[in-house]
């Protein structure tokens, strides 16, 4: 366990309003990430971060953003939900080097209606 | 792009047989090359690493070697239990850009029964 949280577990929202999703880790870690997992497509990227305020496009960015003001705290937002935006998200964070894994939160289930 | 290729099932096992779930990779350079797993209603876990062209990762009977030639870090488990139901993913490193960045296969669901 890295000590990754994410909040909240669930979430039901409907069409038009932002959203946003935290994920909190307590190990320092300089690199943290948010993917998308969907039937078909498996994990993808969407945003991550190198460190405070600083964070860059993953593969699917559109309709996201994301914020990190401190190093354990890294917010992805939804600024106007779409339908298509229902999804699992994962956190994940990790020490940054190519040999070293990337720790995973437990996710949260958002259903936009 | 760097990208994954892997199997992507479902598969239904019987407990006790043997396992492989084939995985292939495009990449520039040398990545690392990886196995996580995803077991119902959690997040992904490090199943197994390896580094180099030649390395074998393994963990929990499970074993994966890094194929440069064939481009291929295939998972192979000789006797798969019940415990061993999740999904299970493929990934490498992507250093592009100068940040680390994983790379996923589509993940395979695998279901063994008593």
């Known amino acids: 366990d890295a000590g990754i949280t994410q909040s909240p577990r669930h979430k039901v929202t409907e069409t038009g309003t932002p959203v946003t999703l935290r994920c909190h880790q307590t190990e320092n870690h300089r690199y943290m990430y948010w993917y998308r997992q969907d039937p078909g497509h498996g994990l993808r990227l969407i945003h991550y971060?190198?460190?405070?305020?600083?964070?860059d496009k993953g593969e699917v960015s559109d309709g996201y953003s994301v914020s990190r003001s401190k190093t354990e705290d890294f917010l992805l937002t939804l600024e106007s939900a779409t339908s298509s935006q229902t999804s699992v998200y994962f956190c994940?964070?990790?020490?940054?080097?190519?040999?070293?894994?990337?720790?995973f939160g437990p996710g949260t289930r958002l259903t936009v209606l | 792009g760097n990208s994954v290729t892997q199997m992507e099932g479902p598969v239904t096992l019987s407990e006790e047989a043997f396992l492989t779930i084939n995985c292939t990779y495009t990449?520039?350079?040398?990545?690392?090359l990886f196995w996580y797993v995803q077991y119902p209603g959690e997040g992904l876990q490090l199943l197994l690493k390896a580094t180099k062209a030649d390395d074998k990762g393994s963990n929990k009977g499970f074993e994966a070697t890094y194929r440069k030639e064939t481009t291929s870090f295939h998972l192979e488990k000789g006797s798969v239990q019940v415990s061993d139901s999740a999904v299970y993913f493929c990934?490498?490193?992507?250093?592009?850009?100068?940040?680390?960045?994983?790379?996923f296969g589509k993940g395979m669901k695998l279901t063994v029964n008593p």
């Open positions: 990934a490498l490193s992507d250093l592009q850009g100068g940040s680390e960045k994983l790379v």
């Open positions: 971060s190198y460190g405070v305020k600083d964070t």
């Open positions: 990449a520039t350079g040398y990545p690392s």
């Open positions: 994940a964070a990790s020490s940054g080097t190519i040999y070293n894994e990337q720790f």
